[in-house]
Every structure is written in C-alpha cells, then in structure tokens.
C-alpha cells in the first residue's frame, strides 16, 4: 500500500520551534492516482477538456459547481441574484487567498472573464456574456445583451485566476497572462489559485505532485489528503495492474473488461454511473439520397437494437439511449423509448422502395469511446438484416476526426458531451442546420436540417423561464426523433475504482470531475 | 580506422536524410495534430488560424526546407505536446530506454553464454532438452502477454488452491504455486539524479526492483534467439578439425570449450548481436507502453497518439542514428576480435 502515514520529523520540528509552539505530531495522507492522460498545460484556459478540468477542479475553485443531482452549489460566489433580465449579479467569498497569498477579489472574477473570452477554445461559449464588472470588493455582475438563461452554468466554467499573479512580463519579456497553443507561456508552466491543492512538481507524461494548499478557505471540506501524486498510465491492463497491486489508491477510466474483476477483489472498490455522453451514428443525407427519406432514417432506427449492445457489447457498462438529452437535461423526453422492431423496418424500407437494401460506407474511431470499434461492427451485422451492405472502416482518433470533419463516409460516429450540461448545446453541435460561417452544426456529419428547430433553440436560448425552455428543448428532442435524424446508440457509463480505504463515491459525479479536495482517505 | 569511420559518419548523415523526407512525406497520415490541441467545440475558423500560424498549410517542399535548414543547426523543432524542443524531450527520455536496454542486454548475455555452451557441450541432457524447449515457447509468446503475465504474478499476485488447504501437504502445494507479488507495476519509482537530466535506477537497490521485470520481458523476446544462436555456431564449431585436433592433443577440455571453441562461436554472435541491440530499442516500445516505462518508446507512442510530427519525425531520426552507430560499433569489435577482417578493405 502506497498510502503512507510517515510521522513529521517531529524531533526537527521539536527543535526548531523549542520555545514556540508544541510540536503536534502530523500524519501525512497520500494519494497515488493513475489517469489514462496527464493534464496537456498548467495553463486552464489553453485547452477545453476533461483533463484540463480536473485540473482547474483540484488546483482552483469555480464560482459555483455542479452537485450529484445536477444542481449549483456555492464555491467562491455565495449567493446570486437575477436583478433584471439580462443582469446577474454574484456576491463573492471572503476571506479567500490564492496560493500565492493575493487576496481573491471581485477583479480576479472581471479579469479570468476577460481571459476567458481571449481563449479559442472557451470564447465561444463564453459569447452571450457581454461584459463582467466589479460592483465592489465582493461582488461582480454579468451582464448580457439579450437575456441568456444558461449564465450559471457558465459559471461552473470560470475558475477565477490570481490577476496579481499573473500580470506583467516573465523572463522572456512574454506578458504572463498570454496564452499560447503550442508554446512555453509562462501560464502553462506557472499556477496560483483558490484550489485545494498546488502543485508542486511536474514532469510532463510522468507525474504530477500536488501538495494542500495550507490556507485553503473550505475548512468545512471533509478532505484530509496532504499530498497526490499523479501518474499518467495510458495502458488500459497496466492501470488496472497497478490498482490490484497496491502501487496506485485510485484509477479513472477503469476499462469495462475490468469491472468485474475489481468488484470481485475484497481489497478494491468500484463506483460506476450512468454517463452523460452520448454516443451516435449519423446519416448522411448529402452521400446517400435514400437518407433523405424519413422511412429509411426510421427504418434504420428500427433495425439497431440499443438495449443488445448496451447489455452484450458494453456489459452494462451503458445506458441506451433513444434521443441525445440524458436524463436531468432540460430537453430530455421521458418517454422516449429504443425502438428496436426488425418488422417494422422491413416494412418501412419496402414502402420507400429499397426492400433490395443498398450499399453504404460507415467509419468509426478505434480507441476513442469504450468499444467504439465493436460497437460499429454491430451495427453493421444490424443492418445487414434489412438488406443494407455496409462497407466499414475504423480508425484510430488521431486520424478519425479530419476524416470526420471531411464527412467521408456515409454514416460516421461521434460521442458528444454538452459542456453547459445543456439540451441546447448537444442540438447546435449536432443537428442544427450545418453552418460554416456561424460554426452551427460543425458535427452534423448527417446534414439533416431543420430550420424550425434551429429557430425553436435560439428562443430556447431567450427564453429564462426555465420551465417553458425545457419545454421546448422537449419538443426539438421528440422531433428528432420522430423524424429519426441520426441514430442514438447510448450514454456511455462512468466508472472510477480505488483502494477500500479511499471513499470516492462522494466525490465523483456525472461530469467526470472528481472534486479530489473533499476526498476522504480511512486510516487503515 | 579514420576513413572508415568518416564514412560511417555520412552513412548517418544520409540515413537520417532520408529517415526525415520519408516521416515528413507521411505526416498527412499521421493525423491532425490541432485536433489534438483544441477542444472538441472549438470553432472551424480558430482552427484553421492555429494551423496557419503552425505553417502547416504551406506546401511539403516548403515545410521540409524549413525544417532541414533549422535542422543543419541541430534545432529539430518544438514538441506539440510537450512545448519543449524535440531534443530536450527525447534526451529526458532517453536514459530511461538505455537504462533498460542495457539491463536486458546485460541478461541475455548473462543467460544465453552459458546455457548456450551447456546445451552444444551436452546437446542429450535433459537439462538441454529443457532449455531448447522453454526457448521455443519463450520466443511465440509476444512480449505483450509476457509483461502482462509477469505483472500478474510477481506485481499483483495471485493464489490458487486447487489442494485441500486444510492439509499440511495441500496448503504446502498450494503456497508453491501462488505467488505473492509485491513487484512494482508500473514506472520507474524515484530515480536517483546523476546529472542534468540524467536519472538512474542502478544505484539504489529499490530502483533496481522497478527494473526487474520490464528487463525480463524485453530480454524474453532475444533471450531464446541468442541461445539456440551460440548452441548452433558451439555445435558445429565442435565439429571442426582444429578442436578435434586440440582434443587429440590431450588439452583439457575445458580449455577447448571456452577458450578455443568458444573465441570462434562468437564471431557471428557479436554480428547478429549488434543489429538486434537496434530492434531491441524498437521492441521498448512494447515493453515501455505495458510497464509505463518513462522512456522513447513510451513517449513515441504518445506522440503518435497525439500526432506530434516534429517529435515523431526527430525520435525516428535518432532511431536512425542509433542503428548506425550500434553498426559501427560492432564492426569495430568484429575487428578486433578477428583481426583478418579488414575495415576499409585496404592492407592494415
């Protein structure tokens, strides 16, 4: 067991402060963790991604934060109020420093905005706000120029930076706060936040060290961990290897060929959560002209079974899925059901004319979602039985996505997870009507459109009647699927496993970011 | 000797010429390497800025040229990934492959000598027998399979109780074919600094356990090649006039295994020797993705991952270059073992 309780040189602490204060002996916790991918920069704004938001979730303090059942929690804004339609104004913690000992003020908040809005990667989702101003020492507000019901899920996003910290040139003569791609900025190597940790030593591709921060504000946090050590283990059987063994207390993606094996060892513990990503096919209807043909799209959704794949293929390890909203998004239709009925998509080709099936390419990443390859092979052997050919390609990541956005095959897979936690989001990317200059629907490889959709989401996006929005989220979802305008496969499950003593359950939620400040490690 | 080896040096020169044209012709194969850097909902427009800024849409002949004049210089371009020079990266990770390269070498030569000679001097002993045999398994087993079977018994461990536990005998049995683990699974641990970059794992004995069992599973894939290798050369060399003579003179016969017989079984040993030390370098790639060992190989395949091109382009050169110099090595010492082999074809 790595999980070392190593009594402070009490004898050096006993002599150096003699006179001072009794020397309390100190056990130290800490944890050694395995993801498959270390974060790519120090530097949170640089690159939009789960690993750059554990980071931003370890090393510093949103100014809310989702809880288990997908509702805000207060972080560093302890209250907020909507003062008119297009104003929210957030009253700020006190008492907070950052790492560096600055004080954390409303100026923190207006500044990590504006960067915000400077970052290719967060700018546009950060678009509909129009400017941040500071009201005093604790209080900022966030104004919109047309009323935007979605702010607080963006304020799960802004991680508020050390302004102080990072103003002014470095060695180089580089401005500290630019950010830089692929570079050496001086905030990809440099960090000073709100967050329950710092970090303190990093070879990038072989660790990251984090200490506790000691003047962390939450003292209300359970968390006792001193000290992580993150490794990056890519290898799916070495993770695991290294949890069975006793060299890591934690690993995140634990593979589903696993689960099993870990669920059965008394020493190790397994939580697994039904995801929020969803994983589809498109059709594209500008390849193949059958796909414009509402009877073959629906023919199509007939003919997979989603509940066969999520049991056999994924193991459980899924939920199917019959529309993109999971379940606790604004646009999710509870009735919406998988379809699977093989007769019926017989009898729908046949009333479109293709009984005799056609030929179509399908392409698939191979190491991108959990059996993305597999996946794709099922559901080529679905379709064969309604007399449609599938020419199937599969490719590793790296060279999936030019391919994707090249739309060169006829039905191509994508998984998507909104980073507003939001229906509307998983439409605009997805099946909003593709639009080069706007950027709406970069991923609809299907090419399906449907203007009065797209005109219902955009009033989604006005409309800050929370009920009346998710109504109408409600009614794009149902289309959708009434209309069969790609096919949904499944949410891909979360799992996360870790020695008996570390108690994850708590920590861990639906967006993958484990909240590793409030983790609990049992003295064994 | 000198002209030799400024020959070898532009032998180099060309090889990594070439290595280069050919990683630089192929990047548009090895993905889009701003997919790798931008998130998923970042718009089409920023992309294309970031690949205009990065001069990826400028034409082969252009890129190339501008690599090879900043490569003339020995700047090899930055890393996408790890923002650093391509060589800075590469050298941090090189002392961990040699490390490990060098540990299997020193097992394979440790092993295969003396098994080897063991099993040529007494091809019928069932000791013999038993070797030939464990070597036909160990070299169709992939050293994939035999890193992750290694990590289960020695890191993980495992218990098997097929003997009634409750018997003296049967648990007996029992504790014989389960094994504890306890072996590191992963990594290097804490390496001690040497200098600069320069880490090892020689110098404490803890170092050395997270180094046991990555080098076995390197060595399991040469180990078996190596000693049917010297027992086939031992063998036929026993055949030769000059031991059957040295025997009919009467001297010992252990001065004729391993200092007569043995001397001549080496030649094409050292020849086979060096170019497999090369592939031995290609098969860290293997060992070092099982074992998380920070090492090249690890990190090429990172970069791949992450097409990376100008680490994936300076790590392949550098391959190049050191097929080259581990040739040139052992024609050196072919030289000096032998000495009727002549280096420059020219009288010595």
Known sequence: ??????????????????????????????????????????????????????????????????????????RLATDWEQVDDTTLRMTLREGVEFHSGNAFTAEDVVWTVERLKRSPDFKAIFAPIASVTAVDEHTVEFTTEKPYPLLLNLATYIFPMDSQFYSGEDADGDPKDEIVKNG???????????????????????????????????EDSPGNVDKIVMTPISENATRVAALLSGDVDFIAPVPPNDLERIRNDDDTQLVTMTGTRIILFHMNQERVEAFQDPRVRQAFAYAINQEGIADRLMKGFATPAAQMSPEGYAGHVEDL??????????????????????????????????????????????????????DLKTLPKAQYWGEYDDRVADMMMIGWHADTEDSANLHEYLTACPDADSGAGQYNAGNYCNPELDALVTEANLEVDLEARAEMLQRVEQTLHDEAAFIPLHWQDLAWASAANVDIEPVVNVMNFPYLGDLVVEEE | MIAFLIKRLFHALLVMFVISVIAFAIQDNLGDPIQQMVGQSVPESERAALREELGLNDPFAVQYLRFAANAVQFDFGYSYVFNEPTTDVILRHLPATLELVAASTFLIIALSIPIGVYSAIRPRAWLSRFFMGVSIIGISIPVFLTAIVLIQLFAIGVSWSPFPADTGWGAWLNDLISTDGGMPAYGRGDPVPVFGTWETNFASLEGLTYLVLPAISLASIMLPLFIRLIRAEMLEVMQSEYVKFARAKGISLRRIYFLHALKNTMLPVITVGGVQIGTLVAYTILTETVFQWPGMGLMFLDAIERSDIPLIVTYLMIVGLIFVITNTLVDLIYGLVNPTVKLTGKPA
């Open chain 1, 1 to 74: 067991m790595t999980i070392k309780k190593t009594l402070l040189a009490s004898a050096v602490g006993a002599a150096m402060t003699a006179a001072a204060i009794a020397p309390a002996a100190q056990a130290e916790t800490t944890l050694s963790m395995a993801y498959d991918a270390d974060p790519v920069s120090l530097d949170i704004h640089e690159q939009l991604s789960g690993g750059i938001l554990q980071l931003s979730h370890m090393t510093f303090d949103p100014l809310v934060r989702w809880n288990k059942d997908l509702e805000f929690a207060p």
């Open chain 1, 184 to 218: 050496n900025s001086y905030a990809s190597r440099h960090l000073s936040g709100t967050g329950p940790f710092e970090v303190s030593e990093r070879q990038q591709g072989v660790r990251v060290v984090f200490e506790r921060h000691d003047d962390y504000w939450d």
């Open chain 1, 337 to 390: 059901a998988p379809r699977y009925d093989l007769e019926r998509a017989q009898e729908l080709m046949a009333e479109a004319g293709y009984e005799d099936g056609f030929e179509i390419t399908m392409m698939a990443p191979n190491n991108r979602y959990v059996n993305d390859a597999k996946i794709a092979q099922a559901v080529a052997a679905m379709l064969a039985r309604i007399n449609v050919t599938v």
